[in-house]
């Protein structure tokens, strides 16, 4: 771990390639721009700048071309490789918690449902207690369920019409 730390850490100031190379300190300790180099390049070097490039054929540009769009391509799958992945274990956790956190609920709802019989059954005897929350919870299911249908009927109307609202 503490190599990987330090690749990604930057290099210290003043290390050849780090941003505070050659850093001129300026007035008060404080750095200032790094100094100029000036280079004098005259035509003859500009000339053979030139002559590169024209030595070059056309065939040689398209297999650099096609070198570099092979290469971009593998780069470009590698990483959607690893965006893939990384969405895949993502999606694991999530189910994980999830069914886990759903099971939690469920059990807390059969908790509080067999709590609510106990009590009631103290104040209208058990069988009526059983009754009246079994009654209850069907009532809020029946609803729910009726909910559901008619937001499974809007869904179905928008995709059937092409989007327009038939309501």
Known sequence: MAELDERLAPPAAGAAGSPGAGVTPGPAGVAGPPPIERTDMDHTDMDRAGEAAEDRSLLEDLEALYRDGRTYVAAELGYQKTRAS??????????????????????????????????????????????????????????????????????????????????
């Open 86 to 167: 990384f969405a895949a274990d993502r999606m694991k956790s999530v189910a994980i918690f999830g069914g886990a956190g759903a099971v939690l609920a469920l059990l807390a709802g059969i908790g509080l449902t067999v709590g609510l019989i106990l009590s009631l059954s103290t104040l209208i005897g058990p069988l009526l207690a059983t009754i009246v929350v079994v009654a209850v919870l069907l009532l809020i299911a029946f609803l729910c369920v009726r909910k559901a249908a008619g937001k499974a009927r809007e869904l179905s109307r928008a995709f059937s019409s092409g989007g327009e609202n038939r309501a």
